[in-house]
């Protein structure tokens, strides 16, 4: 019903700059928060940042200063600058949507991997 399609991942050295997109498309009525997850193996998946419909934004301490979550509508972005190679992981974005149907689900991306190297 609903896809996310995220791209901007890549290669990075530390202290450089990439940007993240994710695109929601399909039967949407409305979408609440779409926020930014990353994963490393053997480690749950955490938070990076995650923004409302009207704006309000909150992010993971590790982040804060150096990564800014903004959104159009459907499509939500990760700048992420000043990276370090701890910011290394498979970036996943999500998204809380209401359906056509009126139905409010979580929906995920298929993941980008982020490589910081020192």
């Known amino acids: 019903q609903v896809q996310l399609v995220e791209s901007g991942g890549g290669l990075v050295q530390a202290g450089g700059s990439l940007r993240l997109s994710c695109a929601a498309s399909?039967?949407?009525?409305?979408?609440?928060?779409m926020g930014w997850y990353r994963q490393t193996p053997g480690k749950q998946r955490e938070l990076v940042a995650i923004?409302?419909?009207?704006?309000s934004t909150n992010y993971a301490d590790s982040v804060k200063g150096r990564f800014t979550i903004s959104r159009d509508k459907y499509t939500v972005y990760l700048q992420m600058n000043s990276l370090k190679p701890e910011d290394t992981a498979v970036y996943y974005c999500?998204?809380?949507?209401?359906?056509?149907?009126?139905?409010?689900?979580?929906?995920w991306g298929q993941g980008t991997q982020v490589t910081v190297s020192s």
């Open positions: 999500n998204a809380n949507v209401v359906t056509l149907d009126f139905r409010s689900s979580d929906y």
């Open positions: 399909g039967l949407i009525f409305s979408i609440n928060a």
């Open positions: 923004m409302s419909s009207k704006g």
